[in-house]
Each structure stands twice: as C-alpha cells, then as structure tokens.
C-alpha cells in the first residue's frame, strides 16, 4: 500500500483517510477563536501549558502567539487565563 506524502509521511486510519486531511477538515467546523490582548496579557503562560493542542506558542518578545492552523477552538486558554487576557471572535 503506497502511503501518501507531503513534506512527511502520513499515516492512515481505518476508513483509509488521511490524517492530515482529517486535521484540516475539523478547524473548519470552528465557530470561535481566541484573541489574546497583549496589553493585559502578564506572561504568565498558563495559556501556553493549558492548550491541548500546543497552538501557542512563545515569541522572542516573550509574548505568547497563537497558531490558528493548529486551534480547534476549544477556548480552553480562554478560561484558563486568570488576567483575562484572552477573548472570543467570531470565525470568519
């Protein structure tokens, strides 16, 4: 069985769909996503280490940044974030 590659290779699941594809397809189905204001923003990181996802990341400023390819939009690091820093937008 040939597997399909990109930069890497990617495995398949049982249905024989990419995982890669499959990844894709669920950021398309989110409503919201997280907005961090950095003016509130203390550096804390608690945003960092609560996204499951690892969709932030740490700049060279130290500012923590959001990879929206990879969020799903969970908003976990919106309810985690003490400071309340982090807010909602509506996907567009």
Known sequence: M???????????????????????QAFKCRLFRPKIDIKMCKKCMICVVACPDNCIEVSESGKPAIIYSNCK???ICLREC???AISEEREQ
């Open 82 to 84: 003490p400071y309340g």
């Open 73 to 75: 939009g969970c908003l």
């Open 2 to 24: 040939a597997a399909w590659k990109n930069e890497k290779e990617i495995t398949y699941d049982k249905r024989m769909a990419p995982v890669a594809l499959q990844e894709a």
